[in-house]
Protein backbone atom coordinates (compact mmCIF):
# COMPACT_ATOMS: atom_id res chain seq x y z
CA UNK A 1 0.00 0.00 0.00
CA UNK A 2 1.76 3.17 -1.12
CA UNK A 3 1.96 6.32 1.66
CA UNK A 4 0.19 8.10 -1.53
CA UNK A 5 -3.22 7.12 -0.16
CA UNK A 6 -2.79 7.03 3.40
CA UNK A 7 -4.70 9.88 5.18
CA UNK A 8 -2.55 12.87 6.85
CA UNK A 9 -3.79 15.56 9.11
CA UNK A 10 -3.51 18.58 5.87
CA UNK A 11 -6.00 16.48 4.15
CA UNK A 12 -8.57 17.75 6.75
CA UNK A 13 -10.80 14.47 6.53
CA UNK A 14 -13.03 14.36 9.42
CA UNK A 15 -16.00 11.93 11.05
CA UNK A 16 -18.72 12.48 12.67
CA UNK A 17 -19.18 10.94 16.41
CA UNK A 18 -22.57 9.51 15.04
CA UNK A 19 -21.74 8.24 12.00
CA UNK A 20 -18.51 5.40 13.47
CA UNK A 21 -20.53 5.57 16.57
CA UNK A 22 -23.45 4.45 14.77
CA UNK A 23 -24.56 1.08 15.94
CA UNK A 24 -26.13 -0.83 12.96
CA UNK A 25 -29.72 -0.10 13.87
CA UNK A 26 -31.88 0.16 11.14
CA UNK A 27 -35.97 -0.05 10.76
CA UNK A 28 -35.96 -3.62 10.36
CA UNK A 29 -34.03 -4.35 13.69
CA UNK A 30 -31.95 -3.12 16.66
CA UNK A 31 -28.25 -1.94 17.12
CA UNK A 32 -25.64 -4.74 15.99
CA UNK A 33 -22.65 -3.19 17.76
CA UNK A 34 -21.83 -2.18 21.23
CA UNK A 35 -21.61 1.35 22.09
CA UNK A 36 -18.95 3.51 21.77
CA UNK A 37 -18.23 6.16 23.96
CA UNK A 38 -17.36 9.74 22.59
CA UNK A 39 -13.65 9.30 23.82
CA UNK A 40 -13.34 5.59 22.91
CA UNK A 41 -14.40 7.18 18.98
CA UNK A 42 -11.85 9.56 19.46
CA UNK A 43 -9.32 6.79 19.63
CA UNK A 44 -10.71 4.85 17.01
CA UNK A 45 -10.79 8.00 14.84
CA UNK A 46 -6.74 8.81 16.04
CA UNK A 47 -6.03 5.14 14.82
CA UNK A 48 -7.40 5.23 11.48
CA UNK A 49 -5.67 8.45 10.75
CA UNK A 50 -8.62 11.29 10.30
CA UNK A 51 -7.74 14.74 11.20
CA UNK A 52 -11.31 15.90 12.68
CA UNK A 53 -14.07 14.98 14.61
CA UNK A 54 -17.58 16.15 14.29
CA UNK A 55 -20.77 15.97 16.71
CA UNK A 56 -24.34 17.03 17.76
CA UNK A 57 -24.35 18.24 20.98
CA UNK A 58 -26.23 15.19 22.12
CA UNK A 59 -23.34 12.99 20.65
CA UNK A 60 -21.73 13.98 23.32
CA UNK A 61 -23.51 15.38 26.52
CA UNK A 62 -26.70 13.36 26.97
CA UNK A 63 -30.20 15.48 26.35
CA UNK A 64 -30.97 15.73 30.15
CA UNK A 65 -27.26 15.76 31.69
CA UNK A 66 -26.61 18.12 35.01
CA UNK A 67 -24.67 21.39 33.93
CA UNK A 68 -22.19 18.98 35.92
CA UNK A 69 -22.29 16.02 34.21
CA UNK A 70 -21.74 18.25 30.94
CA UNK A 71 -18.74 19.96 31.98
CA UNK A 72 -17.69 16.61 33.01
CA UNK A 73 -18.23 15.09 29.97
CA UNK A 74 -16.51 17.77 28.05
CA UNK A 75 -13.30 18.20 30.09
CA UNK A 76 -13.02 14.77 29.28
CA UNK A 77 -13.77 14.85 25.58
CA UNK A 78 -10.55 17.70 25.44
CA UNK A 79 -8.39 15.84 27.00
CA UNK A 80 -9.30 12.65 24.96
CA UNK A 81 -9.00 15.53 21.65
CA UNK A 82 -5.55 16.52 23.32
CA UNK A 83 -3.93 12.99 23.56
CA UNK A 84 -4.35 12.23 20.32
CA UNK A 85 -4.64 15.68 18.42
CA UNK A 86 -7.92 15.45 16.97
CA UNK A 87 -9.87 18.74 16.05
CA UNK A 88 -13.23 19.75 16.09
CA UNK A 89 -13.87 21.54 12.67
CA UNK A 90 -17.76 21.25 12.97
CA UNK A 91 -20.83 21.43 15.64
CA UNK A 92 -24.42 20.85 14.87
CA UNK A 93 -27.82 20.39 17.31
CA UNK A 94 -30.07 17.47 17.09
CA UNK A 95 -33.35 18.81 16.18
CA UNK A 96 -34.84 15.53 15.12
CA UNK A 97 -34.69 12.43 17.62
CA UNK A 98 -36.44 14.08 20.73
CA UNK A 99 -39.96 13.61 20.33
CA UNK A 100 -40.56 17.10 21.38
CA UNK A 101 -38.84 17.65 17.56
CA UNK A 102 -41.48 15.17 16.01
CA UNK A 103 -43.47 18.29 14.24
CA UNK A 104 -39.82 19.77 13.14
CA UNK A 105 -37.82 22.27 15.07
CA UNK A 106 -37.46 26.06 13.79
CA UNK A 107 -40.69 25.53 11.56
CA UNK A 108 -42.75 23.25 14.28
CA UNK A 109 -46.20 24.51 14.69
CA UNK A 110 -46.03 25.08 18.33
CA UNK A 111 -44.36 27.94 19.23
CA UNK A 112 -43.12 26.57 22.43
CA UNK A 113 -41.29 24.09 20.47
CA UNK A 114 -39.42 26.63 18.35
CA UNK A 115 -38.44 28.54 21.15
CA UNK A 116 -37.14 25.95 22.53
CA UNK A 117 -35.23 24.44 19.51
CA UNK A 118 -33.43 28.20 19.13
CA UNK A 119 -32.69 27.56 23.08
CA UNK A 120 -31.15 24.51 22.32
CA UNK A 121 -28.91 25.70 19.17
CA UNK A 122 -27.99 28.17 21.17
CA UNK A 123 -26.62 26.32 23.89
CA UNK A 124 -25.11 23.89 21.45
CA UNK A 125 -23.24 26.38 18.93
CA UNK A 126 -21.98 27.68 22.93
CA UNK A 127 -20.13 23.84 23.39
CA UNK A 128 -19.16 23.83 19.35
CA UNK A 129 -17.56 27.05 19.76
CA UNK A 130 -15.66 25.69 23.56
CA UNK A 131 -14.55 22.72 21.35
CA UNK A 132 -12.91 24.75 18.71
CA UNK A 133 -15.76 24.31 16.08
CA UNK A 134 -15.36 27.33 13.22
CA UNK A 135 -18.22 25.74 10.77
CA UNK A 136 -21.77 25.05 12.36
CA UNK A 137 -24.35 22.85 10.09
CA UNK A 138 -27.71 23.31 10.26
CA UNK A 139 -29.57 20.24 8.91
CA UNK A 140 -33.41 20.38 9.33
CA UNK A 141 -34.37 17.05 9.56
CA UNK A 142 -37.64 17.43 10.76
CA UNK A 143 -38.57 20.46 9.43
CA UNK A 144 -41.00 19.30 6.51
CA UNK A 145 -44.40 17.59 6.90
CA UNK A 146 -46.31 14.36 5.53
CA UNK A 147 -49.68 16.41 4.60
CA UNK A 148 -49.35 19.67 3.97
CA UNK A 149 -52.25 20.05 5.54
CA UNK A 150 -50.43 20.62 8.45
CA UNK A 151 -48.45 23.14 7.84
CA UNK A 152 -48.36 26.16 5.34
CA UNK A 153 -44.83 26.51 3.39
CA UNK A 154 -44.67 29.95 3.04
CA UNK A 155 -44.98 30.36 7.03
CA UNK A 156 -42.90 27.20 7.18
CA UNK A 157 -39.83 29.28 5.35
CA UNK A 158 -40.78 32.32 7.39
CA UNK A 159 -40.14 30.49 10.60
CA UNK A 160 -37.42 28.81 9.20
CA UNK A 161 -35.49 32.33 8.16
CA UNK A 162 -36.63 34.10 11.79
CA UNK A 163 -34.56 30.67 13.39
CA UNK A 164 -31.46 31.68 10.98
CA UNK A 165 -31.50 35.55 11.49
CA UNK A 166 -31.90 35.43 15.35
CA UNK A 167 -28.95 32.51 15.41
CA UNK A 168 -26.77 34.87 13.41
CA UNK A 169 -27.40 37.66 15.60
CA UNK A 170 -26.75 35.52 18.71
CA UNK A 171 -23.40 34.49 16.94
CA UNK A 172 -22.26 38.10 16.37
CA UNK A 173 -23.52 38.97 19.67
CA UNK A 174 -20.64 36.61 21.32
CA UNK A 175 -18.64 37.94 19.24
CA UNK A 176 -17.93 33.91 17.80
CA UNK A 177 -15.66 33.27 14.56
CA UNK A 178 -18.36 30.81 13.02
CA UNK A 179 -20.00 30.35 10.42
CA UNK A 180 -23.25 28.14 9.37
CA UNK A 181 -23.52 25.66 6.67
CA UNK A 182 -27.20 24.78 5.51
CA UNK A 183 -27.65 20.96 4.67
CA UNK A 184 -30.20 20.37 2.25
CA UNK A 185 -32.01 16.83 1.80
CA UNK A 186 -35.04 16.05 0.14
CA UNK A 187 -37.01 13.93 2.29
CA UNK A 188 -36.19 11.43 5.28
CA UNK A 189 -36.88 11.58 8.43
CA UNK A 190 -40.05 13.60 6.92
CA UNK A 191 -41.91 12.89 3.90
CA UNK A 192 -40.82 16.09 2.58
CA UNK A 193 -38.11 18.20 4.42
CA UNK A 194 -38.52 21.67 3.14
CA UNK A 195 -35.50 23.33 0.83
CA UNK A 196 -34.88 19.94 -0.56
CA UNK A 197 -31.71 20.82 -2.46
CA UNK A 198 -28.23 22.96 -2.09
CA UNK A 199 -30.02 25.03 -4.75
CA UNK A 200 -33.07 26.09 -2.77
CA UNK A 201 -30.48 26.65 0.07
CA UNK A 202 -28.29 28.76 -2.15
CA UNK A 203 -31.55 31.05 -2.91
CA UNK A 204 -32.75 31.26 0.44
CA UNK A 205 -29.76 32.49 2.43
CA UNK A 206 -29.96 35.46 0.05
CA UNK A 207 -32.91 36.11 1.91
CA UNK A 208 -31.52 36.44 5.46
CA UNK A 209 -30.20 39.06 7.30
CA UNK A 210 -26.37 37.94 7.05
CA UNK A 211 -25.93 35.93 3.83
CA UNK A 212 -21.92 36.30 4.59
CA UNK A 213 -22.46 33.97 7.59
CA UNK A 214 -24.51 31.40 5.96
CA UNK A 215 -23.25 29.14 3.34
CA UNK A 216 -23.75 25.38 2.58
CA UNK A 217 -23.19 21.85 3.52
CA UNK A 218 -23.69 19.82 0.55
CA UNK A 219 -24.20 15.93 0.74
CA UNK A 220 -23.56 13.31 -1.93
CA UNK A 221 -26.59 10.86 -1.03
CA UNK A 222 -28.89 14.05 -0.53
CA UNK A 223 -28.97 15.08 -3.41
CA UNK A 224 -28.45 11.55 -4.82
CA UNK A 225 -31.60 10.61 -3.62
CA UNK A 226 -33.52 12.78 -5.56
CA UNK A 227 -31.45 11.95 -8.86
CA UNK A 228 -29.73 14.92 -9.10
CA UNK A 229 -25.63 15.37 -10.04
CA UNK A 230 -23.89 15.75 -6.76
CA UNK A 231 -20.69 17.96 -8.08
CA UNK A 232 -23.08 20.26 -10.07
CA UNK A 233 -24.41 21.41 -6.54
CA UNK A 234 -21.28 21.56 -5.16
CA UNK A 235 -20.00 23.67 -8.59
CA UNK A 236 -22.72 25.97 -7.93
CA UNK A 237 -21.84 26.66 -4.21
CA UNK A 238 -18.36 27.10 -4.99
CA UNK A 239 -19.12 29.79 -7.52
CA UNK A 240 -21.08 31.83 -5.40
CA UNK A 241 -18.14 31.39 -2.96
CA UNK A 242 -20.74 29.14 -0.49
CA UNK A 243 -19.00 26.01 -0.11
CA UNK A 244 -18.11 26.08 3.87
CA UNK A 245 -18.10 22.45 4.37
CA UNK A 246 -19.05 18.97 2.50
CA UNK A 247 -20.82 15.76 3.76
CA UNK A 248 -19.24 13.09 2.02
CA UNK A 249 -20.75 9.54 1.38
CA UNK A 250 -22.53 7.33 -1.07
CA UNK A 251 -25.91 6.68 -2.41
CA UNK A 252 -27.92 4.38 -5.14
CA UNK A 253 -29.98 6.89 -7.07
CA UNK A 254 -33.59 6.91 -5.59
CA UNK A 255 -33.54 4.61 -3.04
CA UNK A 256 -33.83 5.33 0.73
CA UNK A 257 -31.29 7.31 3.06
CA UNK A 258 -28.08 4.81 2.53
CA UNK A 259 -25.08 6.99 3.66
CA UNK A 260 -22.54 4.42 2.40
CA UNK A 261 -18.52 4.37 1.93
CA UNK A 262 -17.84 7.36 0.07
CA UNK A 263 -17.22 6.52 -3.31
CA UNK A 264 -18.52 2.47 -2.95
CA UNK A 265 -21.45 3.05 -4.92
CA UNK A 266 -20.84 5.01 -7.90
CA UNK A 267 -17.04 5.80 -8.33
CA UNK A 268 -17.22 7.78 -11.54
CA UNK A 269 -19.07 10.29 -9.56
CA UNK A 270 -17.14 10.45 -6.77
CA UNK A 271 -13.69 10.55 -8.88
CA UNK A 272 -15.64 13.91 -10.31
CA UNK A 273 -16.57 15.29 -7.32
CA UNK A 274 -12.79 15.20 -5.73
CA UNK A 275 -11.40 16.10 -9.25
CA UNK A 276 -13.73 18.98 -8.70
CA UNK A 277 -13.11 19.84 -5.11
CA UNK A 278 -8.81 19.86 -6.05
CA UNK A 279 -9.03 21.58 -8.84
CA UNK A 280 -10.81 24.42 -7.37
CA UNK A 281 -8.95 24.31 -4.10
CA UNK A 282 -10.94 23.87 -1.79
CA UNK A 283 -9.53 23.89 1.80
CA UNK A 284 -12.68 23.12 3.83
CA UNK A 285 -12.99 19.79 5.85
CA UNK A 286 -13.74 16.64 4.19
CA UNK A 287 -16.57 15.34 6.58
CA UNK A 288 -17.16 11.95 6.04
CA UNK A 289 -20.99 11.62 6.77
CA UNK A 290 -21.92 7.62 5.88
CA UNK A 291 -21.38 4.40 8.38
CA UNK A 292 -20.26 1.04 8.55
CA UNK A 293 -22.63 -1.72 6.93
CA UNK A 294 -24.63 -3.45 9.44
CA UNK A 295 -22.94 -6.27 8.93
CA UNK A 296 -19.96 -5.07 10.19
CA UNK A 297 -17.96 -5.22 14.05
CA UNK A 298 -15.70 -2.87 15.24
CA UNK A 299 -12.76 -3.41 12.75
CA UNK A 300 -15.06 -3.61 10.19
CA UNK A 301 -16.30 0.13 11.21
CA UNK A 302 -12.33 0.71 11.14
CA UNK A 303 -12.37 -0.62 7.40
CA UNK A 304 -14.86 1.63 6.53
CA UNK A 305 -13.62 4.50 7.57
CA UNK A 306 -10.22 3.73 6.24
CA UNK A 307 -11.71 2.88 3.30
CA UNK A 308 -13.81 6.12 2.73
CA UNK A 309 -10.70 8.32 3.17
CA UNK A 310 -8.59 5.80 1.06
CA UNK A 311 -11.12 6.01 -1.94
CA UNK A 312 -11.11 9.56 -1.46
CA UNK A 313 -7.30 9.79 -1.98
CA UNK A 314 -7.36 7.36 -5.02
CA UNK A 315 -9.36 9.81 -6.62
CA UNK A 316 -7.30 13.02 -6.07
CA UNK A 317 -4.11 10.87 -7.49
CA UNK A 318 -6.94 9.74 -10.53
CA UNK A 319 -7.32 13.31 -10.87
CA UNK A 320 -3.79 14.14 -11.39
CA UNK A 321 -3.66 11.30 -13.90
CA UNK A 322 -6.07 12.65 -15.64
CA UNK A 323 -4.65 16.34 -15.78
CA UNK A 324 -1.47 14.84 -16.88
CA UNK A 325 -3.03 12.55 -19.55
CA UNK A 326 -1.94 13.53 -23.07
CA UNK A 327 -4.28 11.40 -24.95
CA UNK A 328 -7.26 13.01 -22.56
CA UNK A 329 -6.25 16.32 -22.38
CA UNK A 330 -5.69 16.37 -26.54
CA UNK A 331 -9.21 15.46 -26.50
CA UNK A 332 -10.52 18.47 -24.52
CA UNK A 333 -8.16 20.70 -25.71
CA UNK A 334 -9.76 19.44 -29.37
CA UNK A 335 -13.04 20.05 -28.86
CA UNK A 336 -12.69 23.21 -26.68
CA UNK A 337 -10.07 24.82 -29.19
CA UNK A 338 -10.68 28.56 -30.11
CA UNK A 339 -9.46 30.13 -32.51
CA UNK A 340 -8.96 34.22 -33.43
CA UNK A 341 -12.68 34.17 -35.06
CA UNK A 342 -14.64 32.87 -31.47
CA UNK A 343 -13.02 34.98 -29.38
CA UNK A 344 -13.72 37.92 -31.31
CA UNK A 345 -17.34 36.72 -31.59
CA UNK A 346 -17.22 35.70 -27.64
CA UNK A 347 -15.74 38.71 -25.62
CA UNK A 348 -18.06 41.13 -23.34
CA UNK A 349 -20.87 42.56 -24.72
CA UNK A 350 -20.53 45.54 -26.90
CA UNK A 351 -22.77 46.83 -29.88
CA UNK A 352 -20.12 46.74 -32.23
CA UNK A 353 -20.09 42.88 -30.84
CA UNK A 354 -23.53 42.58 -30.81
CA UNK A 355 -23.17 44.13 -34.21
CA UNK A 356 -20.78 41.10 -36.13
CA UNK A 357 -22.39 38.10 -33.93
CA UNK A 358 -25.94 39.43 -36.01
CA UNK A 359 -24.29 39.65 -39.49
CA UNK A 360 -21.95 36.27 -38.83
CA UNK A 361 -22.19 33.57 -40.88
CA UNK A 362 -22.24 30.03 -39.02
CA UNK A 363 -22.15 27.01 -41.05
CA UNK A 364 -24.79 25.02 -39.04
CA UNK A 365 -24.88 22.15 -40.89
CA UNK A 366 -21.14 21.26 -40.00
CA UNK A 367 -21.48 22.62 -36.02
CA UNK A 368 -24.20 19.93 -36.14
CA UNK A 369 -22.10 17.08 -38.12
CA UNK A 370 -18.65 17.32 -35.83
CA UNK A 371 -18.11 14.49 -33.73
CA UNK A 372 -17.06 15.49 -29.91
CA UNK A 373 -15.51 12.09 -29.41
CA UNK A 374 -16.90 12.06 -26.04
CA UNK A 375 -17.27 8.12 -26.23
CA UNK A 376 -13.81 8.06 -26.45
CA UNK A 377 -12.94 10.44 -23.40
CA UNK A 378 -15.55 8.95 -21.25
CA UNK A 379 -14.20 5.49 -21.72
CA UNK A 380 -10.46 6.80 -21.44
CA UNK A 381 -11.82 8.02 -17.91
CA UNK A 382 -12.76 4.28 -17.37
CA UNK A 383 -10.04 3.05 -18.48
CA UNK A 384 -8.45 5.24 -16.13
CA UNK A 385 -10.11 4.57 -12.91
CA UNK A 386 -10.36 0.88 -13.17
CA UNK A 387 -6.30 1.26 -13.18
CA UNK A 388 -5.54 -0.63 -16.92
CA UNK A 389 -4.78 2.70 -18.09
C1 LIG B 1 -28.76 12.66 7.61
C2 LIG B 1 -27.88 13.88 7.68
C3 LIG B 1 -27.21 14.06 9.01
C4 LIG B 1 -26.61 15.42 9.18
C5 LIG B 1 -26.15 15.63 10.56
C6 LIG B 1 -25.40 16.90 10.74
O1 LIG B 1 -29.10 12.27 6.50
O2 LIG B 1 -29.12 12.11 8.66
O3 LIG B 1 -26.95 13.80 6.65
O4 LIG B 1 -26.23 13.05 9.17
O5 LIG B 1 -25.56 15.62 8.30
O6 LIG B 1 -27.25 15.60 11.39
O7 LIG B 1 -26.25 17.95 10.73
MN1 LIG C 1 -27.46 12.25 5.18
MN1 LIG D 1 -25.18 14.95 6.39
Known amino acids: MSSLYEPRAEHKFSFGLWTVGNPGADQFGPRVRSHRSPVQLVELLAEVGAWGVNLHDNDLVPIDASPAQRQEIVGEFKVALEKHGLTVPMATTNLFSDPAFKDGAFTA ?21 DLGAQTYVCWGGREGVESDASKNPLVALQRYRHAL ?104 AAFFLVKFL ?50 IQALIAEVTASGQADADLLGPYDAERADALRKHVFDRVALGARGLAYEKLDQLTIDLLSGVR
Open 278 to 327: EEVGYSGPRHFDAHAYRSEDWDGVKDFARGCMRSYLIFKEKARAFAEDGE
Open 109 to 129: NDPKVRAYALQKTMQAIDLGV
Open 165 to 268: DFLCSYVRDQGYDLKFALEAKPNEPRSDIYLPTTGSMLAFIATLDHPEMVGVNPEVAHEHMCGLNFTHAVAQAWDMGKLFHIDLNDQNYSRYDQDLRFGSQNPK
